[in-house]
C-alpha cells in the first residue's frame, strides 16, 4: 500500500506539470496568430500524449485512424478521450458538463470540442449543424453515440441522431472500439475497474487510476464507409464496434502472454 501511495503520488506530481505544460503551450500558439481549429485538434493532441506520460497510459493502436470525416466508438470513462486524442486529431462531441470539470473543462473548450445539451432538442440541432460544418475540415469528428460511459459489459444501442450530418454530406464514418487493461499487485485488473460509468465522481476515480500499474487502452480502427442511411449506419457501427471489442479479448490475451 505505501509503495501504491508513493507511486500515486509521483504520477499526480507527473500530471499537474504536464498540464502546466499544456497551458504554456497553447498561450504560446496564441501568441503565434489565430488559433484555427485544427491547431487546436493538434494542440490536444500533443497535451493528450503528455497526460497519458503523466499517467503511465500505454496507448496500442490496430488499423488506421481515419483522417476525416465521422468516427463513432463505444465510451468507457473520460479516459476513452485522452486515449483517442493523443491517437490522432480529432473533435469530441461532450456532454455540456464537462464544460465546468477543472481544468479538463477549459482543455475541451481549448481543443474545440462540440458540447451538447442532452435534455434540449434545440442544442441537438446546433450541433448537429455544426458537426456538419466541422467534417468539411481534414479533421475527423469523434462521436460516442451510446449517450452514456459503461462498464464495458456491453456496448450500448447507438443514438443515431447526430450521426445524420455524415448521412447528409456523405462523409466517410469510421467505427473505432475501444478497451482497456491494468496489472495490479502482480495480476490484471479487471476492465470494470478502469471505466468511468453510473455515479462515479470524477475526482475520487482519477486518484485511483494514478496509484494504478500497467495500465493500457487498446484502439481499433476499422475501415472508413459511406453510407445511405443514418439508422443503418448505427446499426452496422455498432456491429462492428462490438465485434472489435470482442476480437481485442484475444488480442490482449496475446499482449498479456508475451509480457509474461
Not at 485522452?82 to 461532450?94: R, Y
Not at 455515479?199 to 464507409?225: T, Y
Request: net charge positive.
Amino acid at each position: 500500500m505505501r509503495s501504491e501511495g508513493i507511486v500515486r503520488l509521483r504520477r499526480a506530481a507527473a500530471l499537474a506539470a504536464s498540464l502546466v505544460l499544456c497551458v504554456l503551450h497553447f498561450w504560446r500558439l496564441c501568441l503565434r496568430g489565430p488559433l484555427t481549429l485544427e491547431r487546436r485538434a493538434l494542440w490536444a493532441q500533443i497535451s493528450a500524449r503528455r497526460v497519458l506520460i503523466a499517467l503511465g497510459i500505454e496507448v496500442r493502436m490496430e488499423g488506421q485512424p481515419p483522417a476525416r470525416g465521422l468516427a463513432v466508438s463505444n465510451h468507457l470513462s473520460y479516459l476513452d478521450v485522452i486515449a483517442f486524442s493523443a491517437a490522432m486529431p480529432c473533435f469530441f462531441v461532450s456532454k455540456t458538463e464537462v464544460r465546468r470539470w477543472p481544468f479538463f473543462g477549459k482543455a475541451a473548450r481549448s481543443g474545440g470540442t462540440i458540447f451538447l445539451d442532452r435534455t434540449s432538442h434545440s442544442s441537438a440541432v446546433l450541433v448537429a449543424h455544426e458537426i456538419a460544418e466541422r467534417l468539411k475540415l481534414p479533421v475527423p469528428v469523434l462521436l460516442f453515440p451510446e449517450g452514456t460511459t459503461t462498464d464495458g459489459a456491453q456496448v450500448l444501442h447507438f443514438h443515431s441522431r447526430l450521426i445524420d450530418p455524415a448521412i447528409q454530406d456523405r462523409a466517410p464514418i469510421t467505427a473505432c472500439a475501444i478497451r482497456f487493461a491494468a496489472a495490479a499487485d502482480g495480476g490484471r485488473l479487471a476492465e470494470r475497474e478502469l471505466c468511468w460509468f453510473g455515479d462515479q465522481a470524477f475526482l475520487p476515480h482519477l486518484w485511483k487510476v494514478l496509484g494504478l500499474a500497467g495500465f493500457s487502452a487498446e484502439i481499433r480502427f476499422g475501415e472508413p464507409r459511406v453510407y445511405t442511411s443514418r439508422h443503418f449506419a448505427a446499426e452496422q457501427t455498432h456491429a462492428q464496434v462490438t465485434a472489435m471489442r470482442r476480437d481485442s479479448s484475444s488480442f490482449l490475451n496475446q499482449l498479456r502472454a508475451e509480457r509474461n
